[in-house]
């Protein structure tokens, strides 16, 4: 059997057995590791993932932008609205609903700086935040590793390997040991990553049935809604209802849009599209400031909230980077550097803000002139957020029931989709892996989720893991970008020169309808 199977697979079972085991304890030593990672390494994560966005940018403006991922002259092989519709699937998941509200109210309760705001600005600050937080910089985590398992699968029609993606960097035949130390921290790093976000899902679904049905909120609800995840995704696996997972994407897309719309109906229609655009503004002003944001000069402070709220944002998602990476790299075959980095870093963000705005910006209304008591609720439980708020709306059972809906189907087809993709990194990068390592993953990752959502502090655990994993691969994708630099530089000049679309013939060819 591969051996990245067998150590990651032992790593990451050792790690949930002792969070199963001793869930008091492992609560502490994951709140003392979480605060020591984030305090000595906030400046790394900040720094890396600004680079980042720097380096897409100007790769995408650059005659390198240019370089398809296929040969010269591949057609794309989705269309283009099929293209943006994939693209516009991936923008939203579990992260983005069980953030939607807890985000906004949660800065306008406990604000970002440390100066006296009046609670408007307060609000304002929070919304300019959390599009922060869900926008470019995000998802050019993903677009990094997306960009070099693109690149070397299809145009260098290699395996979608982060170890083979170093070549360049380290030479064709560098240790086997390494390129197996590489891809077993790529693999620890997507599970941990996953297992965050699948947990966070689980434990708002539980929120969600206790604030609507009134049904316990406890470790045993939270089992049963894992072990049920669990079932749903085995018989999918197995059967292969590839169908299954499609219709379910679509699904969610339509629940999620049905959702926006009823809220911009019932809402406070004005005040949601006047967030979005102040909202829009703020970032655009911020980004620089906000991508770089440290206070060294004053103990804890504001340089804590940092840690808590962007560090960890920055850490989960470079820990799951190759799984999104992966995907939008395999709907993105066919395509140039220039699409691809401009539709990734342009349309999950742009879905995100439009979320935010509406469920965010509609939460804070309630609060600001409605004399609700969402933030309260939020202090309290966050994955009650959204229930909390659907209730202050019509309909609020239905409302309230097709989110659950919707998040545990994001669950299952999120579970589906990274077994997937784990498989085929331990299977020496097979886009067809064997069912037996697609359900061993399966119910790895289950164990893994099960095991931090119920300890003392199942949050805190879930945020220690993907910081902890998102360390080593932050440095291992700032390699990807030194050797995606060395291999784009040995490309043909053909392949960066502007192509010319063929010009269309001309009905008549001296240009006179009247002659014959």
Known sequence: MNIVFIVAAIIIV???????????????????????VATNFSWLFLLAVFIFVVFLISLAISPY???????????????????????????????????????????????????EMAIGEQARVAMGYTFFHWGMSQWAVFAIAGLAIGYYQFR???????????EPLFG???????????????????VTGIAT???????????????????????????????LMTVIFIISATTGLKRGVKYLSNMNMAICVLLILFVLIFGPTRFIL????????????????YSLRLNPFVENGESQWVQDWTVFYWAWVIAWSPFIGAFIARISRGRTIREYVLGVLIIPPLLSFVWMATLGGSAIYMDLFESTNLV????????????????????????????????????VTSADSATYIVSSMTSNGDLNPSMRMKLSWGIIIASITLALITTDDGLTSLQTGAIVAGLPFTFILLMLIISMLIALRKEPNEALKRVEKPKMKKKYPDGNPDRK
């Open 65 to 115: 932008g240019r370089i398809k991922f296929g040969r010269n002259n591949q057609a794309p092989e989705f269309s283009f609205r099929s293209w943006i519709g994939m693209l516009f699937s991936g923008g939203l998941g579990v992260g983005l609903v069980f953030y939607g509200v807890a985000e906004p109210m949660t800065h306008m309760a406990d604000a970002p700086f440390a100066k």
């Open 172 to 190: 064709m035949y560098y240790p086997n040991w390494i390129r197996k130390v590489i891809d077993i921290l790529a693999v620890i790093a997507t």
């Open 14 to 36: 050792i790690f949930a057995a002792l969070a199963f085991l001793f869930p008091t304890q492992f609560g502490e030593i994951a709140t003392t590791v979480y605060d020591t």
């Open 197 to 227: 976000s699948i947990g966070l899902g689980i434990m708002q679904v539980n929120g969600g049935l206790n604030i609507t049905y009134n049904i316990p909120n406890n470790n045993v609800t939270l089992m049963i809604i894992t072990l």
């Open 376 to 411: 309260d609720i939020v202090q309290d439980d966050n994955t009650k957020a959204l229930f909390a708020f659907f209730n202050e709306l019509p309909f609020g059972l239905v409302t309230s029931t097709l989110a659950i809906v919707l998040i545990f189907t994001f669950i």
């Open 156 to 166: 260098r029609e290699r395996n979608g390997l982060i170890s083979t993606a170093l």
């Open 274 to 289: 006047e967030t979005f655009v102040v909202g829009l503004g703020d970032y655009i002003t911020n980004f620089i400031p």
